[in-house]
């Protein structure tokens, strides 16, 4: 005999599995102060879908066809936007800064769509798919469109002010010279780290820890471990639930490495300094 509570927690599972089922995921597009929601139904029925096939996909690491919708079309769309910048934004955390001039630009970006009777592969080591929406790139050597640059389980698209607008903390102190390897660290940054970490509480990427505070990386890196975990973080140390990803040679060289240290160095010594 099922006692009442049984009963109740057995109606509460089956809501719960029938609402899992009826939700249509949707991307969220904010441009030009609009804000829009699309469904994965409404961007299959678009004139514009197409059948894209990448060679190298970032995130399975192999080729893949995608039903796919221009995003550049998605955007025009909505009422133009001065934003140089589209926070392109996941749904565990992770967010790239995408400037819009690498959107409008010589590498074509476009919105995967992964559709629910055929469902795509789960990503290599994960349990799940880079669904239900994600944003590949046609060509993206021409524009030199890096990893972090092609999110996953995207949640939707938002303009934003740059970076180093909206989080002047990042910036290296405006006396280094042009040249100098932690401008570069800065830049290298902002395109590859930034989507998953912070600096002292700047940045928005929530999916790895901050990498200044409480206490700064460098403190309790060397600079061997830490270009190794650069390279890849599972010849430093490992557990099944690890998340970052290596960079290889061809998005973050060794220069760049040594670059994006320095930079953390400076920005570590920064923080240590005593305000004024
Ligand atoms: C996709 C997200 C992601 C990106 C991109 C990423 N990381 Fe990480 N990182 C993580 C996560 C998550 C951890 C925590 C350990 C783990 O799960 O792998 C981590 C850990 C670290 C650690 C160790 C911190 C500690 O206290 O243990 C350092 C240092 C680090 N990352 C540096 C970087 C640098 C530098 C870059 C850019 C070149 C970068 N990460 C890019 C997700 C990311």
Redesign the pocket.
């Known amino acids: 005999m099922p006692t009442i509570l049984s009963l109740i927690l057995f109606l509460l599972a089956g809501l719960a599995g029938s609402s899992a089922i009826a939700a249509e995921p949707e991307l969220t597009i904010t441009m030009g102060g609009t804000s829009v929601r699309i469904s994965r139904a409404e961007l299959l029925a678009r004139r514009d879908v197409a059948t894209v096939t990448v060679p190298h996909d970032s995130a399975y690491g192999r080729p893949m066809t995608y039903r796919a919708v221009p995003l550049r079309a998605l955007l025009a769309d909505l009422p133009p936007s001065a934003a140089d910048t589209i926070a392109a934004r996941a749904t565990d955390g992770?967010v790239s800064q995408l400037p819009r001039s690498l959107i409008d630009g010589a590498s074509v970006p476009w919105v995967a769509v992964e559709d629910a009777a055929h469902p795509w592969p789960n990503l290599p080591g994960q349990s799940v798919s880079a669904g239900p929406f994600y944003l590949i790139w046609q060509h993206p050597e021409l524009g030199h469109v890096s990893?972090?640059q092609w999110p996953y389980a995207l949640a939707g698209f938002a303009e934003v002010a740059s970076p180093l607008q909206r989080w002047p903390g990042l910036a290296v102190d405006a006396s280094l010279p042009a040249d100098a390897p932690a401008r570069r660290g800065q830049a290298?940054?902002i395109v590859?780290?930034?989507?998953?970490?912070r600096l002292a509480g700047n940045g928005e990427?929530v999916?790895?820890?901050d990498?200044l505070r409480p206490?700064p990386?460098?403190t309790?890196?060397t600079a061997d471990?830490?270009r190794a975990?650069?390279r890849d973080?599972a010849a430093?140390?490992t557990?099944p639930?690890?998340?970052?990803?290596g960079?290889a040679a061809d998005v973050?060289s060794d220069a760049?490495?040594d670059a994006?240290?320095g930079y953390?160095r400076v920005q570590a010594a920064r923080r240590t300094e005593p305000s004024p």
């Open positions: 992770f990893s972090e290298v940054f590859n780290c930034l989507p998953c970490h990427g999916a790895g820890p990498l206490m990386a460098v309790y890196f471990g830490l975990l650069i973080p430093v140390r557990w639930a690890q998340r970052m990803p960079f973050v760049d490495i994006v240290i953390l």
